[in-house]
């Protein structure tokens, strides 16, 4: 993705809401602030909630991009 340095990945295609925003916010409480966090994730709710939620939580989403039939998001950890 553009050259960004990504620290962890998740793929969560196939996981539901709210069990992708779960484990999203796991994989984002191991990492450290400023850390980036690469998500695949479904088209529909998936990807219409979980940016959403993030930015909420203070987390900042850098990108979203298509990718195949799902899309690929870029968090920087708050």
């Known amino acids: 993705m553009d ?3 990504i620290d962890a990945k998740l793929d969560l295609q196939g996981i539901l809401c709210p069990i992708n925003f ?3 916010k796991l994989q984002l409480e191991e990492m450290e602030p400023g850390q980036i966090l690469g998500l695949i994730l479904d ?3 998936p990807i219409q909630s979980a940016p959403r939620s ?5 987390h900042r989403v850098i990108k979203v991009e298509n990718f195949e039939n799902a899309f690929k998001l870029l968090v920087q950890k708050a």
């Open 22 to 24: 779960v484990k999203t």
């Open 54 to 58: 993030l930015k909420e939580e203070g």
């Open 3 to 5: 050259g960004t340095k």
């Open 43 to 45: 088209d529909g709710e």
